[in-house]
């Protein structure tokens, strides 16, 4: 599956933007309502951090504690696209925010400790202070 992300830019602290990734193709033969998908995020001198999940329905959301409250990440199944809510914005959110995908739901946390299967290009928000 291609993963093409945009809606990335400049904004003030407190502030708020939303990203978008849209899918295209298959993986494994699934398309993009049998795949989970992923928010992921790097930060300038720092590690490839985990910002949320969404399992394929979107029933179940998983965020990390440092964006839980602030960031909703949501999807459109007939629009193939999956969508990242970013509010009240921090300086410390700073970084390129990358959407992947994946099969297996995440439950039990594996996208903590592997890689996801498919990656789109980073796109940079930037957060004023």
């Known amino acids: 599956v291609q993963l093409q992300v945009s809606g990335g830019g400049l904004v003030q602290a407190g502030g708020s933007l939303r990203l978008s990734c849209a899918a295209s193709?298959?993986?494994?033969?699934?398309?993009?309502?049998?795949?989970?998908m992923g928010w992921f995020r790097q930060a300038p001198g720092k590690e490839h951090e985990f910002v949320t999940v969404?399992?394929?329905?979107?029933?179940?959301?998983y965020y990390s504690d440092s964006v839980k409250g602030r960031f909703t990440i949501s999807r459109d199944n007939a629009k193939n696209t999956v969508y990242l809510q970013m509010n009240n914005v921090k300086p410390e959110d700073t970084a390129v925010h990358y959407c992947?995908?994946?099969?297996?739901?995440?439950?039990?946390?594996?996208?903590?400790?592997?890689?996801?299967?498919?990656w789109g290009q980073g796109t940079l928000v930037t957060v004023s202070s």
């Open positions: 992947a995908a994946d099969l297996e739901h995440p439950a039990n946390g594996w996208y903590l400790h592997r890689p996801f299967r498919s």
């Open positions: 193709g298959r993986t494994s033969g699934r398309t993009f309502r049998d795949l989970i």
């Open positions: 969404i399992d394929w329905s979107g029933g179940s959301t």
